[in-house]
């Protein structure tokens, strides 16, 4: 499988309750999964452990995402666009939005 999203990219949601939000991808998990900062939260109940001081409660954990409900953010056109790879006349290899402009620069 080709890494077209990377750790550290910035993506849009295209599809379930997040879709339209804007995040940073932090994690690219080997299933196909992708864990993006403050998107997809769901609400985790923690017992109380005082061996280690931490406090019980509700808290907001990040769950991850299928990679095909996310496009790579495009600064250039302000959207989100599907990425391809090219190879370049010096032999490097890049990744690509599909309109053409380079994603690493």
Known sequence: MANKIRKGDEVIVTTG???GRRGTVVEVFADGRIEVEGVNLA???IKPNPNIGEMGGIKDK???LDVSNVLVFNPKTKK???VGFRVE???RKV???KSGDVVDI
Do not use: I, Q, S, W
């Open 89 to 91: 006349k010096d032999g």
């Open 62 to 64: 990040a769950m991850p």
């Open 80 to 82: 989100g666009e599907r």
């Open 95 to 97: 990744r690509v939005f």
């Open 43 to 45: 609400k985790k109940h």
């Open 17 to 19: 309750k997040d879709k």
